[in-house]
Antibody, heavy 122, light 107 residues
Framework: EVQLLQSAGGVVQPGGSLRLSCAAS????????MSWVRQAPGKGLEWVST????????YYADSVKGRFTISRDDSKNTLYLQMNSLSVEDTAVYYC???????????????WGQGTLVTVSS | DIQMTQSPSSVSASVGDRVTITCRAS??????LSWYQQKPGKAPKLLIS???TLYSGVPSRFSGSASGTDFTLTISSLQPEDSAIYYC?????????FGGGTRVEIK
């Protein structure tokens, strides 16, 4: 059974940092692209970042480029999102998501984590 | 960036009704489109990939179609459990982009 278990979020001051993690099980983690998608309170879905499968490339939304870093440890079946220079606009529920297709990815997401609330507030 | 314009933003229909949601891409995306269903407080669920492919386990009352840059999600016979927000997403190129969502309510 595919499972994506996300770390707890929290409250961070503007300008602060936070690292999210997403522990995967039930599939060959290294072979699949993984993404982060966020949802601000009461708003729609916003793609944040993707790490393609098989040690491929990383991609970022312009809104987080240069501040967020996606990484993965295939030996630990874990995806990470390092978030620096956080602003109130980054307040959202963050979801990790698994790609539907093995390899570089189709960038459709078939399994999602439970979501982690990140609140940026002073 | 590719803009995804979803319509309507909300729809209210009765059980058994046919419901259609449209997503228009600002440029050609072939069939690189998926549809998701999201219920309050829950993560999105994949319904349709590649514009027309029903994801495993999704009821057959859901279907997708494509015509040029216009994509449609159809619920053939609305059920109470279909009350949710539906999103389209293009995967043709980065940045990946979602439509604004369509709220489906049961009358």
């Amino acid at each position: 059974e595919v499972q994506l278990l996300q770390s707890a979020g929290g409250v961070v001051q503007p300008g602060g940092s936070l690292r999210l993690s997403c522990a995967a099980s039930g599939f060959t983690f290294s072979g699949f692209a993984m993404s982060w998608v966020r949802q601000a309170p009461g708003k729609g879905l916003e793609w944040v970042s993707t790490f393609s499968g098989n040690g491929g490339r990383t991609y970022y939304a312009d809104s987080v480029k240069g501040r967020f870093t996606i990484s993965r440890d295939d030996s630990k079946n874990t995806l990470y999102l390092q978030m620096n220079s956080l602003s109130v606009e980054d307040t959202a529920v963050y979801y990790c998501a698994k790609d539907l297709d093995y390899g570089l990815g189709s960038f459709f997401s078939d399994f999602w984590g439970q979501g982690t609330l990140v609140t940026v507030s002073s | 960036d590719i803009q995804m314009t979803q319509s309507p933003s909300s729809v209210s229909a009765s059980v058994g009704d046919r419901v259609t949601i449209t997503c228009r891409a600002s440029q050609g995306i072939s069939t690189w489109l998926s549809w998701y269903q999201q219920k309050p407080g829950k993560a999105p669920k994949l319904l349709i990939s590649a514009a027309v492919t029903l994801y495993s386990g999704v009821p057959s009352r859901f279907s997708g179609s494509a015509s040029g840059t216009d994509f449609t999600l159809t619920i053939s016979s609305l059920q109470p459990e279909d009350s949710a927000i539906y999103y389209c997403q293009q995967a043709n190129r980065f940045p990946l982009t979602f439509g604004g969502g369509t709220r489906v309510e049961i009358k």
